[in-house]
């Protein structure tokens, strides 16, 4: 790792028609993808009674990615297909997995997911390791702060070599706010709200002793639905101790393998300490890319670029990083 340069210079330069941040974020969202096979799927069973739901991509590699999803994602989200896609051509086994209660079924317990549950990240790695001399972990969005502060709490399993997250809130507390107070994304606060505080109701009903209903019906922000649902489920203080508790900047300095942070300089979603070039100075592991252009995991380049262009870095920054030599300069867009 020695003379490599954390804070890269990146070279995704997208057609000028889809340089807005907005317009990225949006396309990205509805434009449809290749759909990766899995070749099998699997229900891991946890101790606390509740369960994961597994898809694997597998032909008999030596290196796994394990794929976690965003905010009210899942193991099917076209942004998880696509990257299993490209990592499965590069030569990678690709295991994604669903959070609890996402993925269309409700899980068994009041509890459900956070933006800081390492917990069933360290679970799920485990429970894949067994056939894998080297792992990496990729995480898009909220997943991405999972993937991240995953990375920072030792001990780190030993066959993970590498980590990547894409678009990643990593600090919550402003990341809320800007969803929040900003009025161009009311668009995106109302879409996430409209599936959780849908879950939450089914929740209040089946757990009336862990979620006030009454509460549940009156929440019109992100604030408000991890003051009175994310907290008290899952030992929060309130929505404020969660964020700080949960966000993977204070966990970064931590990390020990070759970390790439990739967040477009004009992602709506993020604000000003989800860029910590401050870090990307200091520690040798970790690498901060921020292209000017992109949106929020909109970085296809092009309507019909066939693997994005953040799929092709994430491969290469992996390829390197499990390699053992130098990160490369991020590669030329198509």
């Known amino acids: 790792m020695a003379g490599t340069v954390p804070v890269v210079d990146s070279t995704f330069r997208p057609p000028f028609f889809l340089r807005g941040g907005h317009l990225a974020t949006i396309l990205a969202a509805v434009y449809p993808r290749s759909r990766a096979a899995w070749t099998s799927r699997e229900r891991l069973e946890l101790e606390d009674g509740d369960f994961l739901d597994l898809a694997w991509r597998q032909r008999g590699r030596d290196r796994l ?49 956070h933006s800081g549950e390492s917990g069933d990240l360290r679970t799920v790695v485990a429970h894949a390791s067994g056939n894998y001399g080297h792992l990496a972990i990729v995480g898009f969005s909220l997943g991405g702060n999972i993937a991240l502060k995953y990375a920072g709490e030792p001990p780190l399993h030993p066959a993970v070599r590498a980590v990547a997250a894409i678009s990643a809130p990593i600090d919550l507390v402003s990341c809320a706010r800007v969803l929040d107070g900003n009025r161009g994304n009311r668009l995106y606060q109302r879409r996430f709200l409209k599936t959780l505080v849908g879950k939450a109701l089914a929740k209040a009903l089946r757990f009336p002793d862990k979620i006030d209903l009454a509460r549940v019906r009156g929440i019109r922000s992100i604030r408000d639905f991890d003051e009175f649902v ?32 990739l967040s477009a300089a004009n992602d709506p979603l993020l604000d000003t300490p989800s860029y910590p070039e401050h870090l990307a100075r200091e520690l040798p592991h970790f690498h901060l890319e921020t292209p000017a252009w992109g949106g929020h995991l909109g970085f296809s380049g092009a309507p019909l670029n066939r693997r994005p262009w953040h799929e092709r870095r994430v491969l290469e920054f992996l390829e390197q990083a499990v390699g053992g030599t130098e990160i490369p300069p991020p590669l030329s867009p198509d």
């Open 230 to 261: 994310t907290a008290p489920l899952h030992g929060f203080a309130g929505a404020d101790d969660y964020w700080i508790r949960s966000s993977a900047l204070p966990f970064i300095p931590r990390i020990t393998v070759p970390a790439l942070l």
């Open 65 to 113: 990615a394990v794929l976690c999803h965003g905010l009210e994602g899942s193991l099917d989200a076209p942004y998880i297909r696509g990257m299993a896609e490209t990592l499965a051509a590069g030569g990678w086994d690709v295991l994604a997995w669903n959070y609890r209660n996402c993925g269309g079924e409700p899980n068994r317990l009041p509890r459900t997911y």
